[in-house]
């Protein structure tokens, strides 16, 4: 169990230290759970297979500030794209977690998941008890996860960043972690 996170955040060396193994535990614990949750959504997803994401990009998004973006994948071949790498991007995101590889890949494209959400959801009566939803919590789970370099324990990225080839690639870091 590593006594320190080092890690790489905007740019500059973090180090800060684990005092004892509770933070080391609860960062797996917050792994394991996150990574349960978009893993169960994108097999969900596959098991009720064809999914379409027309209701929610096409129809929801429609009026939201970040419409205009998004309704660009409505209909057609990116509307099959999007039906597509919505339940394997949340299979791949659930994965890289629990497995603790690519973790801070896997975390930048879960809070991308959920930036989506959050505007649109919040935009279509969400935000009508408040600005702080449950898709703005899970953005902050993947922030969190991602900064602080859960990978690196009990992870495969724990392994990952000792290898020669990572030493030798330093922009890979940002990657793993």
């Known amino acids: 169990m590593p006594e320190q996170i080092d890690t790489r955040l905007l740019g500059r060396e973090v180090t800060f230290g684990v005092s004892g193994p509770w933070l080391a535990y609860w960062l797996v614990i917050m792994r394991l759970v996150v990574g349960w949750w978009l893993l169960h959504a994108g097999l969900d997803k596959f098991a009720s297979w064809p999914f379409d994401a027309s209701w929610f990009i096409g129809g929801a998004a429609a ?4 419409g205009p973006f998004v309704t660009l994948f409505s209909d057609g071949i990116l509307l ?3 039906n597509v790498m919505i339940p394997l991007g949340q299979t791949l995101i659930g994965l890289g977690l629990i497995l603790g590889a690519l973790t801070r890949l896997a975390a930048f494209f879960g809070a991308f998941l959920m930036l989506f959400f959050y505007f ?3 935009e279509t ?3 009508s008890h408040g600005l702080v ?4 919590l899970g953005l902050l789970l993947f ?3 991602a900064t602080l370099g859960a990978g690196r324990v009990l992870g495969v990225d724990a392994y990952l960043a ?6 030798d690639h330093p922009k890979l870091r940002y990657l793993i972690g």
């Open 80 to 82: 099959s794209f999007t």
């Open 143 to 145: 922030a969190m996860i």
């Open 120 to 122: 649109i959801n919040g």
């Open 162 to 167: 000792r290898t020669a080839f990572v030493r």
């Open 125 to 127: 009566g969400g935000w």
């Open 63 to 66: 009026g939201t500030s970040i």
């Open 133 to 136: 939803t449950g898709d703005l």
